[in-house]
């Protein structure tokens, strides 16, 4: 690439930052509340593993925390569509800063037991349920279509930099300082979030919140108020699977990946701490590293996306790089190498990238802005609804029967769904 051609892909990748206040302030919002979050989640299976040694408690501590987001997910894509988006942002962010300085005040006093982690993950799970599907409906409004392809690509390239050193920084403070650090920095990013989300709050009054406003005046004069809500709540739960039973790509792609997400989730979240803790036996210094470089190749996976403001053959992109994910983490069982392994996570991170900007795109531009939430929130609960068992199932067997074999087998189960995928030809057509 000459210098002329990297410069013209550089303001492409910046353009949203220079034109629109509104997507700054989000992208920070999110940006500052995502690093506290990446340090926790490195420090939070070393805590559990430490308080109990078994990989079936990592994943009922992770069932746990899925079941409740995945409950309200289906109300809460109605909720989201009805009320003000950025409201709930703020709300669920207040609960959340609240849980995190709780937990961390509970390791600092030497109170923490897993009843009370359990509690608090259930309760964090259920504002996450609540927080997607608003900040992706909000997302899908402030990210026009001038901007698109690169405001989800700076967005998604920023937050994978963030975790690139959030792992980091957690290794360091498990190592080097105590848990309950990192759980009050992370409730500190969430103070800060909030005044991000203040900020554009009042900066940015959105065609959702105007339309809003609109129908709470008309319905105020409406003689047949009740049955007019019934009426509208039925149609809107309805709304949401009628577009997605339209769009063979979409709703195929979450069949498909409600299954994946078992296989590829299960190794990430339960295994791979267990993999490097206690099958390799390496320091949390080099695991956050690892996670870390799941970060860098989701970060170069944006570039290469946001250079360009449109992409054919989007099908094959998307699944190929869910493919290549599904390698690398084949690959974790055959390495051993610090160096290699921090390299395969790369290649899992470059992978997943591809394929979640594929999808994140394909959504804005085929859903309507004013039923994003509703969608949404049915493909958050497509890709979650079975991890809770998926958790749970993946805890068991490696207890049972080893987690190399765990791994191997949930990794190959998911490169096999992939290609049935891409023998569909509305996937792989997709452009």
Not at 40 to 53: D, H, K, R
Not at 154 to 162: H, P, W
Not at 245 to 266: A, D, K, P, R
Request: net charge positive.
């Amino acid at each position: 690439m000459n210098e002329a051609s990297a410069s013209s892909a550089l303001q492409q990748l910046l353009q949203p930052l220079r034109q629109s206040k509104a997507f700054l302030y989000l992208w920070l919002g999110q940006l500052i509340a995502v690093l506290g979050s990446s340090v926790t989640m490195i420090i939070l299976p070393i805590v559990i593993y430490n308080l109990t040694g078994s990989a079936t408690l990592m994943g009922l501590a992770m069932t746990i925390y899925m079941l409740p987001n995945v409950i309200v997910l289906p109300i809460s894509g109605w909720i989201v569509d009805r009320t003000d988006r950025i409201r709930l942002i703020l709300f669920t962010n207040t609960v959340r800063f609240v849980l995190m300085m709780t937990v961390a005040i509970l390791i600092f006093t030497g109170h923490l037991s897993m009843p009370l982690l359990y509690i608090a993950l259930a309760l964090y799970g259920l504002m996450d349920g609540i927080f997607n599907p608003a900040y992706a409906a909000l997302r899908a409004e402030i990210f026009t279509p001038d901007i698109r392809n690169a405001a989800n690509a700076l967005s998604q390239m920023s937050i994978q930099g963030v975790r690139l050193l959030g792992p980091a920084v957690g290794g360091l403070i498990i190592t080097f300082a105590s848990a309950g650090s990192g759980f009050a920095l992370d409730s500190l990013t969430y103070l800060l979030s909030l005044i991000c989300f203040l900020l554009l709050s009042k900066h940015f009054v959105s065609a959702h919140r105007q339309k809003l406003t609109a129908a709470t005046i008309t319905s105020t004069h409406s003689s047949n108020t009740k049955v007019s809500n019934w009426a509208t709540i039925k149609m809107d739960f309805s709304e949401g699977f009628r577009i997605l039973m339209g769009q063979q790509w979409l709703w195929i792609t979450i069949v498909i990946f409600s299954l994946l997400n078992i296989c590829y989730q299960g190794i990430i979240v339960v295994l791979i701490p267990w993999l490097f803790k206690a099958h390799y036996g390496l320091t949390p210094v080099i695991y956050g590293l690892a996670m870390a470089g799941v970060g860098a190749g989701a970060v170069l996976a944006a570039i290469v996306f946001g250079s360009r403001s449109r992409w054919h053959r989007r099908g094959w992109i998307g699944y190929g790089g869910a493919l290549l994910s599904g390698v690398a983490l084949l690959l974790l069982t055959v390495v051993s190498s610090p160096p290699l392994l921090i390299g395969v996570m790369v290649l899992e991170g470059f992978g997943m990238m591809m394929f979640a900007l594929v999808w994140e795109t394909s959504l804005q531009e085929l859903v309507p802005t004013e039923s994003f939430g509703r969608v949404v929130s049915l493909d958050m609960l497509g890709s979650f609804a079975l991890l809770p068992v998926g958790y749970l199932l993946v805890g068991w067997l490696a207890d049972h029967m080893g987690g190399i074999w765990t791994i191997t087998l949930f990794g190959s189960a998911g490169i096999a769904l992939l290609i049935i995928g891409l023998c569909i030809p509305g996937i792989r057509r997709f452009d």
